[in-house]
Every structure is written in C-alpha cells, then in structure tokens.
C-alpha cells in the first residue's frame, strides 16, 4: 500500500517567517506533486519533479520554492510567509508514466 | 492551458437516491479523468477514472460518463449511503505529462 506522509498536519506561522514543509513517499515514485487545496478553486499546481534534483513549476509557482535531494522526499519552501498562503497543502506521488497519484494527509497552514 | 470546471458545487440528496456531478474541460488533448473523494481531514482517494477511449466505465455503485464531442464527463452514485458524503473532485490531464488539472470540488451530502 502507498504511503505518502506529510510532516505536520497543522501549522501556524507569522508572516515573513520561512516555512518548510516536507513530503515522503515509501514507493519508489519517480513523480512528486505539491499543490494547494482552496474553497472554491481546487487544487492548484504549485510545482512537481519527475526525478532527484529536478523540478518545474506548476501553474502558481511564485512566492514557493521547492527541493528534492533524495528521490522519496520533495520539500516545499516559503522564503517568507504571506496571509495569502494560508490554505491547505497537499503532497503527491505518481510511478513513472502511470497516472495514478496519491495523496498524502495534507498540510493545513495558517499564516497570521 | 486546461481549464476544468465543476459542477454542483454543492449536492444534497436523500439516502438512496443517485448523485450526478459533472466536469467540463477545454483541451481536447486531454486524454484521462479521474475521480476523487476526500472525507473531512483525510487524504484525497481515487475513486473510479476513465480515459478518452472508452465511454463508461462501472465500479459497483460508481460509474464515470465521458463525451468526448462534448468535453464533459460525468460521476454517478446510486443508491447513495451516508457514508457516501464527502468532497468529491474531478481531474483531467493532457498528453502523457502527469500534469493533471482538477475541478473546485463538490461538497455531497446524503441524508439518512
């Protein structure tokens, strides 16, 4: 069974404070997705990588920055914290071609 | 880029009855759908999904509608449970990038 685990399910950080949050897929998945999750517009791409050090960005990439040093961990970075991302992240996992994703629990972040 | 759109954003019904949610989408190079659920503070799950070459697909209470002619694609729930309510969402992906575009979700509530 997939298993895709994010770091916090809560958090609460002030503005302008760095904010990680980390992603682990225990499947050998070659594809990792960050997005977040918001009332009335859905999951949006923020960026994804198909592979260990590589990375592209989604449809809403600005304001995050993303890394993936190990194949099974894909981190999302905010360099500085703004009220607007406050919202709920969600990690991601696909094999190779295969469209399958899993998600993990998500990450609900606060940003005061 | 792809554009997805959902509808109801909400949907009451009465145990027993059917739920019908519906997904258009605007690339017509889009090639896969799928479904998910999300219960309240738990991860998405996929439910059922169909691809461009196939009209319909079946899994027990679950079924999936795809036109094709007319870029929308359907979800059908009968004989709905309580344990049927949840926020649905539908997705589309384009070409054989695992890029996947998703709809803003339907919140179904089915009343005992």
């Known amino acids: 069974d997939v298993k895709v685990t994010q770091s916090s399910r809560y958090l609460v950080k002030r503005t302008g404070e760095k904010v990680f949050l980390e992603c682990v897929q225990d499947?050998?998945?070659?594809?990792m997705f960050w997005y977040r999750q918001d009332p009335g517009l859905g999951l949006r791409l923020i960026y994804f990588s198909y592979d260990v050090k590589m990375k592209e960005k989604g449809d809403i990439p600005e304001g995050y920055s993303v890394s993936r040093e190990k194949k099974e961990r894909f981190s999302l970075i905010l360099e500085s914290a703004s009220t607007n991302q406050t919202s709920m992240y969600l990690c991601?996992?696909?094999?190779?071609?295969?469209?399958?994703?899993?998600f993990g629990p998500g990450t609900r972040l606060l940003v005061l | 880029g792809e554009n997805v759109e959902q509808h109801p954003s909400t949907l009451s019904v009465q145990e027993g009855d059917s739920a019908v949610i519906k997904c258009t989408y605007s690339d017509s190079a889009s090639n896969y759908f799928p479904w998910y659920k999300q219960e309240l503070g738990k991860r998405p799950q996929l439910i059922i999904d169909?691809?461009?070459?196939?009209g319909e697909k079946k899994d027990q209470r679950i079924a999936v509608t795809l036109n094709k002619t007319a870029k929308h694609f359907s979800l059908h729930i009968t004989e709905t449970q309580p344990e049927d309510s949840a926020f649905y969402f539908c997705a589309a992906r384009v070409g054989n990038f695992n890029k996947f575009y998703f709809g803003s979700g339907t919140k179904l509530n089915v009343k005992p």
């Open positions: 499947m050998d998945h070659e594809n």
């Open positions: 169909i691809r461009s070459n196939v």
């Open positions: 991601a996992s696909s094999l190779g071609q295969q469209e399958t994703q899993y």
